[in-house]
Structure formats: C-alpha cells, structure tokens
C-alpha cells in the first residue's frame, strides 16, 4: 500500500476542495508513492508526537491541525511548526492534514459531533457556495427535549470532558442545538439569531464575542477546542481501518493545551 492510497480514501470523504481559504489541507510533506504499513493518527502535531511516531515506526502522520498553516521563511527549529517539519524530512515521515474540510464534510466531523450529542434532523448552518448538499460550516438539529442542566451533563459525558464554560442562562429546556466545533467564528451570529437555538455548542469562544451571544439571548456552551475536536482520532482511525484492515493505525490522543485547578 502506499500514502496515496490513504489520501485518496480520506479525500473521498473529505476533499481538500471544501477547506476554507486560509486553511492549509492535504500533503504537507512526503511522497505519496511512498509505501506505508504503520501511521499515527493525531488532533495536533508537535515534536512529542513526531518522536513517538519515530519510535513506533510510523511512516505518515494524519493529522487534524496541519503541521504548518502559512508559508515558513526559514527552517530553523525555533518554531513548532519548523521543529516538526526537520523531524519529518530527516526521518521521512510523511505528513497529512485533513482539518476544515473534514469538519464541513457531509458525514464529517461536525456531523459526527451532533450525532454523539443525538442531534437529528441535522442540517448544514453556512452552506458553501458551489459545495454538495450537505457541505458547510456549523450545523443545527433537534434533540429529545432535555433540561439544560442535564444537557450540560451530555455534553460532559459525550465529548469525555470534566469542565466546560458556558454564556447565558441556562434555559429549563433544551430541544434545538448548534454546533461548531474548534474555534468560535463570530461570522455566524446573525445566522445563529435566525436558527433560534435553545443551545450552541463551541469552542475558544473570546470575551467580546461571548457579550454578543449573550445579548442575542444565545445559551452557549464552550467546550474548548481540544473537547470538541479530539474525536477527530477516533473516527479517522475507523474511516482507515474499515477500508484498510490490515493496516497498522496508532491513535495518539495527547492532551488539552489546557489545564484546570
């Protein structure tokens, strides 16, 4: 098997054609006729997770984040991204990133997501221009109707988090949901005020943006980047490994940036 065969499966889920424009999806290093039997499935890339893919003989890395976002101007290693870049080229590991694509994919990550919370009837929130049906930024759907306080319990036990903040007050009941994983874009308010959600599920939600949506009277739930974003390994590890058997996939979970006291 080579690296290619890999990117094909994975693009045919998640083309590269759906990133948004500053994202930096796809081959980052590596050569896809290059064979592979073992790779390392990871949310992020840093030098910690290059040297265990070293040691465990992986020869690609999928990532969610790419390794390296914008262009570099030199290859010094006193930068993470350059760091991991000099590990890969002088150990030929392969790298590969699959990030806003996947998230907008129909059946992709932001799907996945709702369908852990039991979100139904899911529907695209920012549809892209020229896309597929079903292809988007952001999603919104129904759930059994459920307490807010106990829907703050499922969003726990579903993403396997212990603490997430919230904005707003928590309202008796929740039945409609949306969902953005990673990172909160503040480009989606107007479009959140006409979905009426009783809930928005997000992430690195900023102070003055976390204003907005509670003067909208939009209940939000932040439940960090790493929370709603590290079942990227899980479900990439399935998608391979139900096409590619016999291929060898470590899961490298790492750990949220994060702490909390």
């Known amino acids: 098997m080579i690296i290619k065969d890999i990117i094909k499966l994975i693009e045919e889920k998640a083309p590269v054609s759906l990133q948004e424009s500053y994202d930096n999806s796809g081959l980052i290093f590596g050569n896809p006729n290059s064979d592979v039997s073992k790779l390392l499935i990871c949310l992020d890339v840093d030098t910690r997770v290059m040297s265990y893919a070293i040691e465990q003989g992986c020869q690609l890395v999928v990532s969610h984040h790419p390794a390296i976002f914008s262009g570099l101007k030199n290859f010094s290693d006193n930068s993470r ?5 000099i590990k890969a080229i002088k150990n030929d590991v392969a790298l590969y990133s699959s990030h806003t694509n996947f998230d907008s994919a129909n059946g992709g990550l932001t799907d996945l997501l709702c369908k852990r919370l039991g979100v139904q009837k899911i529907k695209v929130m920012i549809q892209q221009l020229s ?12 759930i059994k109707a459920i307490s807010g306080e106990n829907f703050i319990e499922l969003v726990k036990s579903s993403l396997s988090i212990d603490v997430i903040r919230f904005v707003g007050q928590i309202p008796e009941i929740i039945s409609k949901v949306a969902v953005y994983n990673g990172s909160y874009d503040r480009s989606i308010l107007e479009t959140l005020g006409q979905i009426g959600p009783d809930a928005l599920i997000t992430g690195d939600l900023k102070y003055h943006d976390a204003q ?18 590290i079942i990227f390994v899980e479900e990439m590890t399935k998608l391979i490994k139900n096409r590619f058997s016999d ?9 949220d940036v994060f702490s909390y006291i």
């Open 131 to 142: 896309a597929t049906e079903g292809t988007g930024a952001g999603r919104y759907g129904d």
């Open 81 to 85: 991204e350059t760091a991991v870049l």
């Open 212 to 229: 907005d949506l509670k003067e909208k009277g939009i209940f939000t739930i932040d439940a960090g980047h790493y929370g709603t974003e």
């Open 247 to 255: 291929l060898e996939v470590i899961q490298y979970r790492g750990h």
